[in-house]
């Protein structure tokens, strides 16, 4: 199993994100967002959290259109998972491959701790350990969370059940309490809270590894 | 050539910094402020012959995201 995780200056989750899924035995390469390929037979791209180029313009806007985005996109149509976290989401909006936008937390205010999430649906490969309905509790650490689409948009996401994770107690302002959703096909996952941050005992929460654990569960059985 | 390309949030999406910034005039005693929406004035300085379409397409790919945004365009 092989994951790519991008790198953009200002990323600062990459690192952690690499740990997260080495621990659960993918080949982990980290590839820098002026490379324009993949490492061959790719399976996961990990878009990392931080604050891609000084989150000048907007949140994850100028890393969407870095020379690597083309590779990640045609990885993304050929069928291929991608997860975006945190700066991840935002640049994962703003390329199209996820609906709507991430603005400004409805308070102002950068936040930074431990939410509870509700699992609203787990049929996906980055859900699939988790109860449908189960609460979980995961880091968050953003000033630019608040999930936004139009009406249209959120009814298909829940018409079409790809509203992967909802926070227990809105935090930001998100649309519909969105903390987490899934692309059409369902590989594509772009989710606000940090699971690489929730992932080792020695983080007093492993809410996050079993996220991980079951995206090499499933490739495994593939 | 110069071109001011102005970006603003779109009608209906909340805007948190102009709210904040309308009961902040509140504060300071400016009475019948009913609204606020901050957005942002990006300045090109642009080889002459630039047609607007070639800005718009600057507007479009990088510097708004037409899913919470808008834009103008001003050639000066």
């Not at chain 1, 975006?84 to 400004?104: H, I, K, S, Y």
């Not at chain 1, 309490?177 to 590989?187: F, H, K, T, W, Y």
Request: hydrophobic share 40%; net charge negative.
């Amino acid at each position: 199993m092989k994951a790519a995780v991008t790198v953009y200056p200002g990323s600062n989750c990459d690192r952690d994100m690499k740990v997260a899924l080495e621990a659960v035995g993918f080949d982990v390469t980290m590839v820098w967002h002026k490379d324009d390929a993949l490492p061959a037979g790719t399976d996961l791209v990990a878009v990392p959290g931080g604050f891609s180029f000084g989150d000048y313009l907007r949140c994850g806007a100028i890393a969407a259109n870095a020379p690597i985005v083309g590779a990640l996109k045609a990885h993304a149509e050929r069928g291929g998972f991608v997860l975006g976290v945190c700066n991840g989401f935002q640049v994962l909006t703003e390329t199209g491959l996820l609906p709507g936008a991430l603005l400004r937390n409805a308070g102002l205010k950068y936040i930074c701790r431990t939410v509870g999430l509700s699992v609203s649906e787990n049929q996906s490969l980055f859900t699939g350990g988790y109860e449908a309905g189960e609460q979980i509790a995961l880091p968050i650490a953003h000033h630019d969370g608040n999930y936004f689409a139009d009406d249209a948009s959120l009814d298909r996401l829940e018409g079409e059940g790809r509203v992967a994770f909802r926070y227990t107690d809105n935090p930001n302002g998100s649309a519909r309490d969105i903390a987490g959703i899934l692309s059409e096909n369902r590989r594509v996952l772009g989710m606000m809270p940090h699971p690489e941050r929730a992932s080792d005992s020695a983080h007093g929460n492993e809410d996050g590894a079993r996220l991980f654990a079951h995206m090499t569960k499933a490739l495994t059985e593939a | 050539m110069k071109a001011r390309v102005h970006v603003m949030l779109k009608q209906g999406v909340l805007d948190p910094q102009g709210e904040a910034v309308r009961h902040a005039l509140g504060s300071l005693g400016f009475e019948g402020v009913n609204g606020v929406r901050q957005g942002k004035v990006i300045e090109l300085d642009l080889a002459d012959g630039t047609s607007e379409a070639q800005i718009g397409e600057m507007c479009e790919k990088l510097l708004a995201n037409t899913v919470i945004e808008s834009y103008r365009i001003e050639v000066l």
